[in-house]
């Protein structure tokens, strides 16, 4: 006798949209449900009744505008917010425009992805499941953006994230490619082989828990706003530096996805 087969059905993701206005939610909410791939949830485009919604549903996903209807606070104070208020949701963060300063300030929020409008609206969708997944999520233009902020020269000199997890030498190795310096470059400075600079980036790789290059900046642009927030006490002492003292970063796993310009 045949037994009849059974076929698991994928459990949908739980998505929370908040866009500008009630109108735009409800026809993002909309457009993200006819896909089936996601049980979707309606949230006020208010930041105080958002939270209280993330909160109560706990969604795995919230895409969330930059641009709310009655924000209460900056876009990115509101990413770090919703962060504490269910810390296993993940934020994606739909821009208007692929803004510089907007991306590294969802980044540094601990936002795990950005979407601007001007990108097929099909994408998001991969952008969702991507981010749920515990991957990061970012064009190639805002990428740059990111590349680009970490080459300016006040940023290398904080990039003290690593502290207890990455050497003395790896963290300058680490300095050098926010410069956006070659492995032979790296090599140069710091008067190492190529060989030893790419053993260098292995083990940071490791202890990161990442895979290229452009994930470590990631991570460092994450956790900056932390190292700030350690040596802000500290820069008001006027007679002595004090080293910056910080428990060690909890490692990331992250795959960052590029979007085809």
């Given at each position: ?101 907007a991306i590294i300030a969802a980044f540094r929020a601990g936002a795990q992805g950005v979407f ?146």
């Open positions: 006798m045949n037994q009849p087969t059974i076929v698991a059905s994928e459990a949908r993701l739980r998505v929370l949209a908040a866009d500008a206005t009630s109108m735009t939610t409800q026809l993002l909410v909309d457009a993200l449900g006819r896909s089936g791939k996601f049980e979707m949830i309606e949230s006020p485009s208010d930041s105080r009744a958002l939270l209280a919604v993330i909160k109560k549903e706990k969604p795995a996903v919230a895409v969330i505008s930059a641009q709310l209807e009655d924000p209460k606070s900056p876009a990115s104070e509101l990413v770090r917010n919703l962060r504490v208020e269910s810390p296993e949701t993940r934020v994606v963060l739909l821009l208007d425009y692929s803004e510089p300063t601007c409008r001007t990108e097929p609206f099909h994408l998001l969708a991969k952008c969702i499941q991507c981010v749920a997944r515990g991957e990061v999520w970012a064009s190639r233009s805002e990428l740059q953006a990111v590349l680009e902020a970490l080459a300016q020269p006040a940023l290398p000199c904080s990039l003290s994230f690593g502290v207890g997890l990455l050497s003395a030498r790896e963290t300058d190795v680490v300095r050098c490619l926010a410069e956006g310096l070659t492995n032979r470059e790296i090599a140069l400075r710091l008067k190492l082989t190529e060989h030893t600079v790419k053993n260098y980036l292995s083990r940071i790789f490791d202890k990161l828990g990442v895979s290229s290059r452009v994930e470590v900046l990631l991570y460092a642009v994450r956790n900056a706003n932390q190292q700030r927030s350690s040596a802000a006490p500290t820069a008001r002492r006027r007679s002595q530096a004090v080293p910056i003292s910080a428990r060690p970063a909890t490692q990331i796993r992250t795959k960052v996805q590029p979007i085809a310009p």
